[in-house]
């Protein structure tokens, strides 16, 4: 999804191609291509990558191997160097500044030679690779010129840009310049209605996201726009980039939260609600069955679900809980507000084991209500079939609906199929809502004349993204946790520790406790360093012995993973051997352990979802992770599971250490992207564009 669109230029000179400059040619137009620079409004924003203050240098004896540093030198020596057999070449260009010489080196690149001259003075940007000699491989340079255009490169904080093959970095940074000198008038401001030039903006410092007035914080006054963008590029000390970056990623909220805003606006005035509010006819004796109170939060959330369902428009709402809070309790009161209100219910989620464990719970709670539950699955459509058992168990079709008032179809990726037609859909539930497209969802919806809508998920949502990709849904968040619950305590090991710890999950599985043993493969791949569940079934049950092990992974047939995991809830298995297919969908209270060896190849959320398979009960649980911890990156995002259980905690610690695209994919998860907006760092830009652009809607 390309970054929001936000009308930037009123006038027709930055729309016009590049090749309208002077200077671009047919060659040079091709390669800005390729850095997806076409217009003039492209060029202007085509971020720097870094800076380089060229008012100060590093002498080349001052350079180490900790940090990259710019030094400045004359070339004394170049030349290739070619090794037997042809295999490998490297291009070698010799500086001396008068306090050392600097090898610069540049492996299987010998056209790099054309580049350079004996004589030349040298820009150098790197780190030391060797003190013996002095060495950098594959550093950054830039040839110094003299010339009428050295104010733009030389004695000044100038920008170093992303470049691609055969464009100079002196002729790029002199484009933008000559760009920018003569179209700066032509920038217009995107929000004239909103004033924002001059706008203070406090924020919060990175430690305390949370609080509103702590300690002293940094102080913005947004520039205009034009001048957001000069100082993007030449601007007259450090400091000016953030400014400038801030105001230019305010503009993108603005646009972002604009289209969400006005988006929910036309659906409110076409779409009229179904009134799903419910009769309490069900819920009350739903509830005095459950065998335990609903905490507080869930009440609260509750109440919020019923005021959207018989409300004037259909109710678009995320539920966020933590793995364990008892979202699903409340899906069920959800649906039965809508099957009192005479309307069916049809439940998604993204795989057949979270979709079973639905069915069985669904139709336990609901059979002695007298309200049918229905399954439509890949492998089992009972919906629109003959009455079919499994397990002994008796799933509801729909020959055996007619006498029903409403139904609530519990299924997978199926019900967005064709063949799924329920008719008087008045409430649409979606599980585990990032492992499906906005495009999936929107399938589903169509099913039914503007159905509610209640999308949950157990992975919480960092701040920003929740005003982002979900602005356009109401939030509840269930933030309590059932009383009764043992503890978790979570341990870092590496792989030398392993037999300690199948030591302890033997004594653990002596006190008649089940565990829970998760590989990142199914089958062996050839790498020797990431375990596979196929291989290591056999030597498990050996080490586990007399303790009964199951097989989970999904290459198994339907049937043979029902058996598994019945076996499993029944504790005839004590021991589940399975991929990460166990993070959703499996319930055990008996089972207290989860190991997870190669850690390392897991997300935080990932993580964080496999530990919620534990702690379900009354007993202590334990969740070790086994991993080769190579990098401090790694050892931090462990270190994140070792110290906390709260999961919007680890869902902010995920997004800064990888980033929106890693974390939910930039294509599934529909998120626009962002030139200078940072998911990972503003927060507080976010809320106040989504202020700012309720106010243009209110205007529109």
């Known amino acids: 999804m390309a970054a929001p669109q936000t009308n ?28 997806e620079i076409r217009t003039i409004e492209d060029l202007l924003l085509h971020r720097p990558g870094r800076y380089e203050d060229r008012r100060h240098f590093r002498a080349i004896a001052e350079l180490t191997t900790e940090e ?17 057999k042809g295999a490998k070449s490297v291009f070698e260009l010799i500086l001396d500044d008068g306090t050392a010489r600097l090898h610069c080196r540049w492996w299987n690149l010998p056209f790099m030679e054309k580049y350079f001259a004996v004589g030349d003075d040298v820009f150098v940007f790197g780190k030391l690779s060797s003190l013996k000699p002095r060495t950098i491989d594959h550093p950054e340079t830039e040839v110094v010129k003299s010339g ?44 004239p209605q909103l004033d924002l030039v001059g706008r203070s903006l406090r924020t919060a410092p990175a430690s305390e996201p949370n609080t509103r007035r702590a300690g002293e914080r940094a102080r913005y006054l947004f520039p205009t726009r034009a001048n957001a963008i000069h100082m993007l590029h030449f601007p007259e000390a450090l400091g000016d980039v953030e400014v400038a970056r801030r105001r230019l990623a305010l503009d993108e909220f603005i646009a972002l939260q604009r289209d969400i805003q006005l988006r929910r606006t036309r659906f409110a005035t076409k779409a009229a609600a179904l009134p799903c509010g419910g009769t309490n006819r069900l819920i009350k004796p739903f509830l005095a069955r459950l065998g335990f109170e609903l905490t507080a939060a869930q009440t609260r959330v509750l109440r919020e679900i019923r005021q959207d369902m018989a409300g004037r428009h259909p109710m678009r709402r995320l539920l966020q809980g933590d793995v364990g809070s008892g979202k699903t309790v409340v899906a069920a009161c959800s649906a039965l507000m809508a099957i009192e209100s005479r309307f069916n219910v049809a439940l998604m989620a993204p795989t057949e084991i979270l979709a079973e464990q639905h069915f069985q719970n669904f139709h336990r709670w609901f059979e002695p209500l007298g309200v049918a539950v229905a399954s439509q699955t890949g492998s089992r459509k009972t919906a629109g079939s003959r009455e079919s058992r499994v397990k002994g168990q008796k799933h509801i079709t729909l020959s055996t609906l007619d006498s029903r008032p409403s139904t609530l179809f519990v299924g997978t990726h199926a019900l967005i199929e064709p063949g799924f037609t329920p008719e008087n859909l008045g409430l649409v539930i979606i599980d585990e809502q990032h492992k499906f497209g906005v495009a999936q969802r929107e399938r589903l919806v169509r099913k039914g004349r503007y159905p509610h809508v209640l999308v949950m998920t157990a992975t919480p949502i960092p701040r920003t993204l929740g005003l982002t990709l979900y602005g356009d849904l109401d939030v509840s968040v269930i933030d309590e946790l059932p009383a009764g619950r043992g503890g978790i305590r979570t341990f870092v090991r590496t792989a030398d520790k392993l037999p300690k710890v199948w030591e302890f999950i033997r004594e653990k599985l002596a006190e008649g406790r089940q565990a829970y043993v998760v590989y990142p493969r199914v089958e062996d ?9 196929a291989k290591e079934h056999e030597n498990l049950k050996r080490v586990l012995a007399p303790s009964r092990v199951g097989l989970l992974h999904g290459r198994l047939k339907s049937a043979e993973k029902e058996r598994v995991m019945a076996g499993f809830r029944a504790n005839t298995l004590q021991v589940l051997l399975a991929t990460s297919l166990v993070e959703v969908g499996l319930d055990v209270p008996n089972a207290t352990i989860m190991l997870i060896e190669n850690a390392e190849q ?23 992770l086994v991993a080769s911890v190579k990098t401090a990156e790694a050892r931090q995002r462990l270190e994140v599971l070792e110290q906390t259980t709260d999961g919007f905690q ?26 200078f907006g940072d998911l990972r760092e503003d927060f507080d830009l976010i809320k106040q564009a989504r202020e700012l652009a309720a106010q243009l809607v209110l205007r529109a």
Do not use: M
Request: aromatic share 6%; proline share 6%.
């Open 525 to 533: 791949s050839g790498n020797g360093d990431l375990k596979a569940v």
């Open 650 to 675: 680890i869902a902010e610690a995920d997004l800064k250490l990888r980033g929106p695209g890693e974390l939910l994919g930039q294509q599934q998860s529909g998120l626009p992207k962002f030139r």
């Open 602 to 624: 897991f997300g935080l959320a990932q993580l964080h979802q496999l530990r919620g398979r534990i702690g379900r009960g009354a007993h202590e649980s334990h969740c070790i």
């Open 8 to 35: 930037l230029v009123a006038s027709p000179p930055l729309a016009r191609p590049v090749t309208t400059l002077w200077g671009v040619g047919a060659e040079r137009a091709v390669q800005l291509a390729r850095l």
């Open 68 to 84: 990259a540093a710019l030094a400045r030198g004359t070339v004394v020596a170049l030349g290739v160097k070619g090794f037997r």
């Open 148 to 191: 009428e255009e050295d104010f733009i490169h030389l004695n000044r904080v100038a920008p170093v840009y992303p470049l691609t093959e055969g464009l100079p970095q002196r002729w790029l940074r002199s484009l933008i310049w000559r760009t920018l000198n003569r179209l700066e008038s032509q920038i217009a401001e995107p929000w």
